[in-house]
């Protein structure tokens, strides 16, 4: 169980760095945040955008903030982090393998 939110940090961004080859792109990538958008031209639900946000994270004091793209409500969803368990990264390596797998079927990337 990691409790230092730098640590906590570094081992989440460790999991989100892989999808950086995946068709998306940081706009944020520093030692206390870090984040993965996908820049391409989309119409979502009749909305033209020209960018997603697929994930991220960032230390806010002691706690770390990780935000996910999630088929729930097409929403990102956001969890506070102040201990990190092997539960917790599985968890994560999940939200963000599910969320990868949304943008792919929706043609987002």
Do not use: H
């Amino acid at each position: 169980m990691k409790i230092d939110a730098i640590e906590i940090f570094q081992t989440i961004r460790a999991s989100l760095q892989p999808y950086a080859t995946e068709g998306f792109s940081n706009r944020i990538n520093s030692e206390e945040a870090y984040d993965l958008w996908n820049e391409k031209n989309l119409e979502i639900d009749g909305i033209k955008v020209t960018e997603t946000f697929f994930s991220g994270v960032k230390i806010i004091g002691d706690t770390v903030a990780f935000s996910c793209y999630s088929e729930l409500n097409d929403q990102v969803q956001e969890q506070v982090i102040v201990e990190l368990t092997d539960l917790a990264v599985k968890q994560i390596e999940n939200d963000l393998s599910q969320a990868y797998k949304i943008f792919v079927e929706r043609e987002w990337i």
